[in-house]
């Protein structure tokens, strides 16, 4: 039984995958992490379930990567750290090409992961007041396993505005990035998403499937190659003496040297 993670299914065969972690705010951590792929794997092959709902309890949908998981990774080896990005790389994939429509409901905070699963879902609705941002290069790291999925939701361009700098955006920002396809008040985030799930249930599921994949074809390829130089990148950045000092620094609540 998962611990991290819980499975709601109503009797119209919506299913609702909520990150359940809500006094960590829903960090991601290695458990988290490979629940959510087996959650994602288990919903897409049940016949019974038309519509996935992404989201999370507590006051943040993610975020980003959990403290735990992150001083682990600090003294872990090269081979550790590659096969811990490479299950989050999956984890996204694994929801990516998940063969079902799935709507993500984004609150709170959106951080690093966080980001990146906003980024596979097919659609993302976001409430205003949410604050997203890729804080990665903050720490001397960059957003590396998520990159891939980030950069074929927003394309280059709009990716290039957030994907480097770290700062923070709001939900209007978001959507004018192509991260969200909507941003509506807090109390309007439910019955926006339920919008969303209501078409789908007068089409043809095996035709909605079949309809993603061949979009994915079409779209930006996120092949194993290119999953693969993804975890690559980020071992190299774990390696380097801007991780060592930037993530150090974060855990001695002290500022790098780069920070003025």
Same mark, same amino acid.
């Given at each position: 039984?998962?611990? !991290?993670?819980?499975?709601?299914?109503?009797?119209?065969?919506?299913? !609702?995958?909520?990150?359940?972690? $809500?006094?960590?705010?829903?960090?991601?951590?290695?458990?988290?992490?490979?629940?959510?792929?087996?959650?994602?794997?288990?919903? +897409?092959?049940?016949?019974?379930?038309?519509?996935?709902?992404?989201?999370?309890?507590?006051?943040?949908?993610?975020?980003? /990567?959990?403290? +735990?998981?992150?001083?682990?990774?600090?003294?872990? !080896?090269?081979?550790?750290?590659?096969?811990?990005?490479?299950?989050?790389?999956?984890?996204?994939? $694994?929801?990516?090409?998940? #063969?079902?429509?799935?709507? /993500?409901?984004?609150? /709170?905070?959106?951080?690093?992961?966080?980001?990146?699963?906003?980024?596979?879902?097919?659609?993302?609705?976001?409430?205003?007041?949410?604050?997203?941002?890729? !804080?990665?290069?903050?720490?001397?790291?960059? #957003?590396?396993?998520?990159?891939?999925?980030?950069?074929?939701?927003? /394309?280059?361009?709009?990716?290039?505005?957030?994907?480097?700098?770290?700062?923070?955006?709001?939900?209007?920002?978001?959507?004018?990035?192509?991260?969200?396809?909507?941003?509506?008040?807090?109390?309007?985030?439910?019955?926006?998403?339920?919008?969303?799930?209501?078409?789908?249930?007068?089409?043809?599921?095996?035709?909605?499937?079949?309809?993603?994949?061949?979009?994915?074809?079409? +779209? #930006?390829?996120?092949?194993?190659?290119?999953?693969?130089?993804?975890?690559?990148?980020?071992?190299?950045?774990?390696?380097?003496?801007?991780?060592?000092?930037?993530?150090?620094?974060?855990?001695?609540?002290?500022?790098?040297?780069?920070?003025?």
């Amino acid at each position: 039984m998962a611990d !991290t993670v819980s499975i709601t299914t109503d009797d119209r065969g919506v299913a !609702t995958l909520w990150l359940d972690r $809500a006094d960590k705010h829903n960090a991601l951590s290695a458990q988290m992490i490979r629940e959510v792929h087996e959650a994602a794997d288990r919903i +897409g092959k049940d016949d019974s379930v038309r519509v996935v709902i992404l989201a999370a309890k507590g006051k943040t949908f993610c975020a980003g /990567g959990d403290l +735990g998981w992150m001083r682990d990774q600090f003294d872990a !080896t090269p081979k550790t750290r590659a096969k811990e990005a490479g299950a989050l790389a999956y984890m996204l994939q $694994a929801i990516n090409l998940m #063969p079902k429509p799935v709507i /993500g409901r984004i609150h /709170g905070n959106a951080f690093g992961g966080g980001v990146g699963m906003a980024s596979v879902c097919d659609v993302a609705i976001g409430a205003e007041a949410v604050t997203m941002a890729l !804080t990665e290069t903050k720490l001397g790291l960059i #957003p590396a396993t998520i990159g891939p999925y980030v950069a074929a939701r927003m /394309g280059e361009a709009n990716a290039r505005r957030v994907f480097m700098s770290g700062r923070p955006f709001k939900g209007p920002e978001a959507v004018e990035l192509g991260l969200l396809s909507r941003a509506v008040v807090a109390e309007d985030l439910d019955d926006a998403v339920e919008a969303e799930v209501v078409p789908y249930l007068q089409t043809a599921p095996a035709a909605v499937a079949r309809a993603k994949a061949l979009l994915r074809h079409l +779209g #930006p390829p996120i092949t194993e190659d290119i999953i693969r130089h993804s975890i690559g990148e980020l071992v190299a950045c774990w390696e380097g003496p801007e991780a060592r000092e930037g993530i150090g620094a974060f855990f001695d609540k002290s500022k790098p040297s780069w920070q003025s």
